[in-house]
C-alpha cells in the first residue's frame, strides 16, 4: 500500500449547504496537525453548495454530478481516488470533536483486523443515539418503520435488542450493523470490496457493506470518541424515502436472505 496522506474525508452534499456550515469548522479543527484530504461530491444541489465551498474551502476537492446518484455511488467516484491510509465516509450532518481523528487513528493503527469502527454518536440535545446495531429482521423494520410512536411501548424490549442496548453503550465491541452516517474504515480493505454496492440507493448499503467487510475485518464500535449526529429521519417524514427504504430493504433480505424474527 503507498498512501501518502493518513485520512480521506469522503463527504455527500445534496443541498447541505447549512449542515456544511455546521461540519466543515469542526472538520477542520478535528484535522489539524493530521495529513489529509477531503474530497465532496455536490449531488446535484441547487443551493449555492459550490460558491460556499469555493469562497470559504478553496482546498476541498470538490466535483458536481451531472444526474443524481445514490448514497454509496456517490461514496464510491471518492473511494476510488482515495489517497489516505484510512477513509472517513460521513454524512455532512455530523459535528465533531477536536481528537475525533486522532483518536481514531491510534485505535485503528493498534488494531489490525478492525476493518471500520464507528463513535459514540449523540443528538444535538446530547442525548444518546442508539447507532448499534443488529442484522436487520422483517419484524424489526416493520415496527421502526410502521408502527406507529404512541405504541412502539409495546415493542420497547425488541427495539432495545435490535439497538444493542442489552450491551450497553459504554464499552468498545464488535457490532454487527455499524451506521453509515460515520464509518472510519481502511481505504485499501473498502476498495479491495469495491465500496458500497450501488443497487442501493440509499439505507441498508451501510450494513451491506459491514457484513461483506466481517469476512475478512471486524466491524468495532470505539465510545472513546464522541460526535453529534443532526439526524432528520427522512424515511420517517416522507412517502417517497419511505418508499426508498423499502425497496432497499428488499434488496437486503433478496441479497442476505429473509429473517422474520
Not at 429482521?137 to 410502521?146: C, E, K, P
Not at 453509515?180 to 479491495?192: C, K, N, P, V, Y
Request: aromatic share 14%; net charge neutral.
Amino acid at each position: 500500500m503507498n498512501k501518502t496522506v493518513d485520512v480521506t474525508i469522503s463527504l455527500i452534499s445534496h443541498n447541505s449547504k447549512r449542515d456544511l456550515e455546521h461540519l466543515l469548522p469542526s472538520l477542520t479543527e478535528s484535522l489539524k496537525d493530521i495529513s489529509h484530504e477531503i474530497l465532496l461530491i455536490d449531488n446535484c444541489s441547487t443551493d449555492h453548495t459550490d460558491e460556499f465551498i469555493q469562497q470559504h474551502y478553496p482546498t476541498i476537492m470538490y466535483r458536481k454530478n451531472e444526474k443524481r446518484l445514490g448514497y454509496g455511488a456517490n461514496h464510491n467516484q471518492n473511494l476510488k481516488i482515495a489517497q489516505g491510509r484510512y477513509i472517513s465516509l460521513m454524512n455532512a450532518d455530523i459535528l465533531l470533536g477536536k481528537d475525533t481523528f486522532h483518536k481514531l487513528i491510534r485505535f485503528m493503527d493498534q488494531h489490525q483486523d478492525i476493518g471500520i469502527t464507528a463513535p459514540n454518536m449523540f443528538n444535538e440535545d446530547q442525548s444518546l443515539q442508539y447507532s448499534n446495531k443488529r442484522y436487520p429482521t422483517i419484524t424489526d423494520l416493520f415496527i421502526r418503520r410502521f408502527v406507529p410512536n404512541s405504541l412502539k411501548f409495546l415493542f420497547r424490549k425488541r427495539i432495545a435488542y435490535y439497538e444493542m442496548q442489552d450491551m450497553g453503550y459504554d464499552v468498545i465491541m464488535d457490532v454487527p450493523f455499524i451506521s453509515g452516517a460515520f464509518m472510519f474504515s481502511r481505504t485499501d480493505l473498502i476498495q479491495e470490496l469495491s465500496g458500497f454496492d450501488e443497487r442501493f440507493f440509499m439505507y441498508f448499503e451501510d450494513v451491506d457493506l459491514c457484513r461483506r467487510v466481517q469476512r475478512t475485518h471486524r466491524t468495532v464500535y470505539y465510545p472513546d470518541v464522541q460526535i453529534i449526529h443532526r439526524w432528520e429521519r427522512a424515511a420517517h417524514k416522507s412517502v417517497r424515502w419511505a418508499t426508498v427504504f423499502s425497496l432497499s430493504a428488499l434488496t437486503y433480505f433478496n441479497k442476505w436472505g429473509y429473517q422474520l424474527y
